[in-house]
């Protein structure tokens, strides 16, 4: 955890990356911000409303405001990137961009997204700080993309290998 420096409005509260052995548990606490996990490798076991979930490589979990925060790595281990988000609005964006509490399966972890927000939060300048908001937005409408929905670089790629399959200089 950073800390707030007097923040107002919509922040990056926190980042990290975690690679959990199996028996190590944090503490479930109920948080006042939301909190987001992106599984690289191992899986954990994540609850909510009494219901147990293993979360899986390539797979991502969303806590909303207000909920009890209850994880723990499962026995291969809980490889994992995490970020919280914090402030007014906070659950409206989340609602805004369609992401439902619980389990969703985004595909690989787009770490460099993670790394460029760890990099920044600690600074106190402005320009940082909306940075780091700007690239947890990114990382969100990945998580916001319905399951199984090519990005658009994937089909503009497919596009041009359709079109140009024929052409021998094509790279």
């Given at each position: 955890?950073?800390?707030?420096?007097?923040?107002?409005?919509?922040?990056?509260?926190?980042?990290?990356?975690?690679?959990?052995?199996?028996?190590?548990?944090?503490?479930?606490?109920?948080?006042?911000?939301?909190?987001?996990?992106?599984?690289?490798?191992?899986?954990?076991?994540?609850r909510m409303d009494g219901e147990k979930v293993i979360l899986s490589r390539n797979e991502a979990w969303y806590y909303p405001v207000?909920?009890?925060?209850?994880?723990?790595?499962?026995?291969?281990?809980?490889?994992?990137?995490?970020?919280?988000?914090?402030?007014?609005?906070?659950?409206?964006?989340?609602?805004?961009?369609?992401?439902?509490?619980?389990?969703?399966?985004?595909?690989?972890?787009?770490?460099?997204?993670?790394?460029?927000?760890?990099?920044?939060?600690?600074?106190?300048?402005?320009?940082?700080?909306?940075?780091?908001?700007?690239?947890?937005?990114?990382?969100?409408?990945?998580?916001?993309?319905?399951?199984?929905?090519?990005?658009?670089?994937?089909?503009?790629?497919?596009?041009?290998?359709?079109?140009?399959?024929?052409?021998?200089?094509?790279?």
């Amino acid at each position: 955890v950073v800390p707030h420096w007097g923040q107002k409005g919509l922040f990056v509260r926190s980042i990290g990356h975690f690679i959990a052995p199996y028996g190590v548990c944090e503490d479930v606490k109920i948080a006042n911000f939301a909190e987001f996990f992106w599984c690289i490798d191992g899986s954990g076991e994540f609850r909510m409303d009494g219901e147990k979930v293993i979360l899986s490589r390539n797979e991502a979990w969303y806590y909303p405001v207000g909920s009890l925060h209850d994880y723990r790595p499962c026995q291969a281990g809980f490889h994992y990137w995490w970020v919280t988000l914090e402030g007014p609005g906070t659950d409206e964006l989340c609602r805004g961009l369609n992401l439902k509490p619980g389990k969703m399966r985004p595909g690989p972890c787009p770490e460099e997204i993670f790394r460029s927000i760890d990099k920044k939060i600690r600074s106190q300048e402005l320009t940082d700080r909306l940075f780091c908001l700007g690239q947890l937005f990114r990382l969100m409408t990945l998580l916001a993309l319905p399951e199984g929905q090519p990005s658009a670089l994937t089909l503009r790629a497919k596009e041009l290998m359709e079109e140009r399959f024929t052409n021998s200089q094509f790279n």
